[in-house]
Structures are given as structure tokens and as C-alpha cells.
């Protein structure tokens, strides 16, 4: 694991980020009258151009953790998360936009004095995506400490979900995260990761008590070469944690480089932000930091203290 890897996925997950936040929410039909193609500011939010929302800060916040501790402390990732909704430490911008219900909920509990790992809402509507966008830096952490065992990677990623998102579903997609980007970590092809990565969680989950009937929730995603070829319009890019997943993949099946690869995703509408910052970490990851157009470099904010906490990580 070197520096460049790092900062390619944070790096590359801050610019999908950046692109999405001016168009969230936007529909698909919207965008495809006036799709984006570069940084651009106003918009959703009204935040300048190069502004990151709460996917990059959450994510930041587990980076941080990571690399300070050289480990996994629950307690101290829940600290991070409140330093970042309560003070706007991690932001972009010195301020908290766009923060999800179920996270700040769950961190409500945690200053209730809730364990982190019982913090996050287990019912079937606390499916967001909310822990999906900022699991990148498990993928990271594991891949250096040269974790193989597939319990031990997936049981990771199903208590970081948990801090946040504590429903299988969930947890699930976090683990084929970060299953799948830990191959990509590795130097396997993307398509392989994506698929050698898919095989290996629905195994896993088959046979895992309580997750297995969590299973055909995934059921398109199986079968990865006859998902690849379905056409967008079977893509939904909302915050629901499957469709997200599902069009994180499909953006990256089809498509073969960073930039194709983080427009794709953006101008699917919706849920724009945590699309874009999800496939862009993945493609940062794939196709190296100096895939990302300087000129969306230049213009990300705070891209120093993206930086800083990748040095501090490595």
C-alpha cells in the first residue's frame, strides 16, 4: 500500500463527491437536458464549486481514526462523527449540509451514552446508503494490514455499517464493498474485482445465519455479466442502499475510465453526491490519481486536508 493509492481513492471519492453535490436530487430527465460534465457550483445546495458534502466527511472521519490509532476503536470513529455534525470539523466548507437522518440519529444515541456497535437503526427503513459511502477507508486499512480471511474482512465492514446502519441489508452491502475493493486495492482488473468480489460475499452470506435471507435482496447482482448489460433506465440511483450499490457497479461495468466513470454515475440523477463519491473512490483506486483531471483536483476544496490525511494513514 502506497501514498498514491491512498490519495487516489480519497482523492477520487472527493471529486465524485464534488461533482454530485451541485445536482442532487436533480432527475435523470434534468440532467440529461443539461448533463454535468465538470465542477460547477450553486445548484442543490448553493455551495461553491469543488465543495464536498457529508459522504467525503464521514469518510474522512474514518480515515483519520484509522491511521491515528493504526487500528479499529469504535469509540473513537463515533467521536470523529461528532466532531464533524456538532463542530463541522472534516467539512469542506466550515459548515454541515446534507447530513442523513439515520446518521445523525444514530449519533444522537451515541451521545446518549448507546455503544457505538448498537448505535445504528436496525428497522427495515434504515436502509440508506449513509454507511456505504463512507466505507472506502475499511477497504484501505485491511488491504495494509494484509487481511485475507473473508469472516474476519466482512465482519469488519458489518460493525462499521453498524455505527450508523445497524439493518443486514446494510451491513451486507458494505461488506461486497469492500470485498470487491480490496481486489481492486490489489491490482486485480475492475471487472474481475467486481465479480470475484460478488461470488465471494454471496457464498459467505448463503450460509451466514440471519444474513442469508438478506441474500435475494442482492438477486441482480448475481449474475454480473447479465446485469452489465442492462440498460439505464433499469438503474435506480436513489438512496436506498441496494439501488445504490446496484448503480455503483453498473457505472463501473460500464465504463473504463475515471472520468466516464464518475459522470456516468452523476448523471444518473438523484442521489448524485454519494454515487459519485462511491464510484469515485473505486475508479480513483483503479485507475490512479493521475486518471482524475487536474482541473477537478484544482478546483476540490480543502484538497490539502484530503491530502494530510492520507500522508497520516500511510
Known sequence: MDLETVKAMMIGSAVGDALGVPVEFMPREELALRPVEGMQGGGTHGEPPGTWSDDTSMTLCLLESLGRLHGIDYDDIMKNFVRWLKNAEFTATNTVFDAGIATQEAISRYLQGIS??????????????????????????????????????LQEAHRLSALTHGHPRSQMACGIYT????????????SQSIKDGLQTAKTFYEKAPVLHAEVPAFESLWDVETFRHLPKASIRSSGYVVDTLEAVIWCLLNTANYSDAVLTAVNLGEDTDTIGAIVGGLAGATYGCDSIPSHWKENLLKIDLVEGLCVKFI
Do not use: W
Open 179 to 190: 470485498l470487491i475493493a480490496m481486489n481492486a486495492l490489489h491490482g486485480v482488473p475492475l
Open 116 to 153: 457505538p456497535l448498537s448505535c445504528g437503526g436496525s428497522g427495515e427503513y434504515d436502509n440508506g446508503n449513509g454507511s456505504l459511502m463512507r466505507i472506502a477507508p475499511l477497504a484501505l486499512f485491511l488491504t495494509q494490514k494484509q487481511v485475507t480471511a473473508t469472516g474476519d474482512i
